[in-house]
C-alpha cells in the first residue's frame, strides 16, 4: 500500500514526503507512469555517425538499442529479443550489421525487424510470423537539433511541445553555432547508492547549494591570480534567476558574474563559451549569449546539463535507493581545439567520479538516502519553501515564469509535476493544469 | 650453469627490483598514512598521470575497450593538478573526503624493464585498493598501473614517478567517488 499520491508534493507549502525517495510502490509506480510516459534523452547524433553504429541504454530499467540505419535515420527498440527475452546486445556501444540473439540465434536488423530464425522451416515449420515478433519499438522517437530522445507513450504530446517554454532556454545550450554541439568521445559512468530525483531536482534548481558543498573545490581550483570570491560567484540572488516550466523542467543562472566558467573548467572555455563571440549573440541575443551565467538545468525527469561547464548527464533510475550517472563532455563542433581540450580536462576534475565538485554532490545524496531508512525520517516532511509565492511571469529579459537565483520554485515545479504523472493524470489534463498556483499579480 | 659472467647482471637486476619495490612499497605507506604532500614529492614535475575509462565491448571492438587520450577520463593530471586535489583535501571543507577515506594500497606483480630514456624503467604493478569509509562504507578496486620512473639522485628517495597509466578492471564504476588517489 502505498500513501495517496496528492499529499505526497504539497508545492502550495513547500513540502516534500521523505516517501518519494524510498519506498518500493512508488518507486514501480514510478517507473510506469513517469518514466514510460516521458520523453527521455537517448542520445546525441554525434555518438552515432555512422549507418551500424548504436548504443546501448536504459528508458527507465527498460534497456533499449539506438542504431543508425543505412538510410541515415535513427531507430530506438527494446534490448530484448521477443523469443525467451534474452538481452539481444551486451556491449556499450559498436558497429554492427544486426543482433543476434545468443541464446538460439533470432536475429533482428538494424531496426529492430526480425529477420532471421534459425531452423525456421524445420523448428517451426514455417509457421512464425517474423513481421509479428520484431524487436519492440520505442513508440514515438524524435531529434531536437542532435539530441534524440524516445517515448513509450502514443498519447504523449510531441518533443517540441513537451520542451514547450523551456526551449527558449535549451537552445542557449545547444544551438549557439551552426553545426551545434558535438560529444567528445568516451563517457563516465558510476553509482550513488541515493534516489535519482535527488540529483535530477539539484541540477534543475539547485545554486543554493554551491557555496557550502563546494567550498573546498573553489578554493582549490581557482587560479593563483583568481580569489573565489562573491565577485565571481555572486551570492546576492537578483543577480539571477531560476525559471521553471509547467513541464517539469528548469534552470537557474547569474545575469551578472565574475568569470565563474573560467574558475570551474579553465579561461579558454569561459571565453569561449560568454566572450561575446558574434555568432552567438546574433543567434541567440544578448541576454542568452553574455547573460545566463554558470547555468544548470534538467529536462524532465532525468537529463541535467550544465551550458559553459559542458556536462550533460542522465540519472538512471536503479529501484528507490540507487542512480547510475552517465555524464558526457560536449563542445560546440566549432570550438577551436584548446577549448575542446580545457573542457575535457575541466569536466574530469569537476563533474566525473573523479570530479572535485561532484564527490560532495555525491556525498550529500547517498547520507540523505541512508538517513531516510529510519522510521521517524520517513515522517518527517522536507522543506522546499524557497522564494514560495514571489514568481513573476513578466521578467523584460528572461520569459516563463521565474524567481531569482537563489529559490526553490523549479524544484516545486518538478516535484509537482512529477506527482501529477506520478497519479496517472492524463495528458489532457495535464496539459490544462500547471503543477503551480497562477503567479500571485501584485 | 650460469656462467660467471652473468651472475653479476643477474645482481644488479635483483637490486634494481629490489630498489624499486621498496619505492613501490614507500608510495603506499605515504598514501595510506595520508602523507599527501610527501606523496606529491615522488613525482617529477612534468608528471602525466592518466586513469582512461573503459567500456563494453565485443571481443571484434576490444581494441577500443580503453578511452584514448583525447577522450573522457577518470584523470588526466599534471602535476599542478594532484596539488589541487591534494589542496582540496586539506581545505577542511572537501566533504567527500572529511571525514576521510581509510585507504590500504596493496601491490604486487611488480616488474620492471628498461625505459625509453637511460635513467628510466618501466614499472609495471596490480593493485588492490581497499577503501573504508565513514561508519560502513566500503570500495574495492582493482586494477594495473604501468609507471615510468627516473633515477633522480637529487629526489629525496632517489626515484621520481615521471608518468603513471592507471587501468581498473571496472566498466560503470561501483563506488560513489574517486576521491582516492592510485
Ligand atoms: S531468447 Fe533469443 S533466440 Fe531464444
Ligand atoms: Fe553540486
Redesign the pocket.
Known sequence: MHPDISSLVDTRNGTLDPRIFVDEEIYKLELKNVFARSWLFLAHDSQLAKPGEYITTFMGEDPVIVARQKDGSVAAFMNQ??????R?CRADLGKTKNFS?T????TYDLGGRLVNVPSEDDAYRNGIDKAEWGAIKVTQLATYKGFIFGNWDPTAPPLTEYLGDFTWYFDAFVDRCEGGLEVIGGSHKWVFPANWKFAAEQFCSDMYHVPISHASAALALAPDDMEADAEIFPLDGTLGRQFTSPWGHGTGFFTESGDVLGLIVGREPGEWFQGGNPEVVDRLGTHRALNMRGMHATIFPNFSFLPGINTMRVWHPKGPNEMEVWAWTVVDSSAPPEVRERLRIGNLRTFSAGGMLEQDDGENWSEIQQVLRGHVARQTPLNAQMGLGLDWDDDPNFPGRVNRVYCETAARGFYGRWAQMLSGASWDELAVTPPLESVRQS | MTSQLEVPLAMAEMLLQHEIEKFVNLEALLIDDRRFEEWLDLFSDDVHYWMPTRTVRYEREIHREHSRPDEAAHFDENKRGLEERVARIRSGMAWAEDPPSRTRHLFTNVMVEAGGEPDEYQVRNNFLLYRGRLQREVDIFVGVREDVVRRSPEAEHGWLIARRTVTLDQSVLLAKNLSIFF
Open positions: 529479443c521477443r523469443h525467451r527475452g534474452m539481444l540473439c541464446y538460439h540465434g533470432w
